[in-house]
């Protein structure tokens, strides 16, 4: 069973920058996907950014330049770098691992980041 476990949120003020962590007990993590998705109150959960096995990263419109995604694969860590925070930013942000060729798709269980304005 994979296990995701995320850590870093917590309560800042709108301009700071905080550093989500997610930590993966699997052997597949290396040739897996890793993402950060986020849920605010009412609203649907999105994806934020996304690293794929090769390094490749995509990110959602509004935090391009702002947030960076990064992996560690001996480390078996992938990382939300976010700077210059928005209270738009404040949310639930879960991990999330997929791996199709093995039907892998893992979620953490969320950290919660709050930003005030």
């Known amino acids: 069973q994979v296990q995701l476990v995320e850590s870093g949120g917590g309560l800042v003020q709108a301009g700071e920058s905080l550093r989500l962590s997610c930590a993966a007990s699997t052997t597949i993590f290396s040739i897996s996907t890793m993402a950060w998705y986020r849920q605010a109150p009412g609203k649907q959960r999105e994806l934020v950014a996304l690293i794929s096995r090769g390094g490749m990263t995509n990110y959602l419109d509004s935090v391009e330049g702002r947030f960076t995604i990064s992996r560690d694969n001996v480390k078996n860590t992938v990382a939300l770098q976010m700077n210059s925070l928005k209270f738009e930013d404040t949310a639930v942000y879960y991990c999330?691992?997929?791996?199709?060729?093995?039907?892998?798709?893992?979620w953490g269980q969320g950290t919660q980041v709050t930003v005030s304005s």
């Open positions: 999330r691992l997929v791996n199709p060729l093995v039907k892998a798709d893992y």
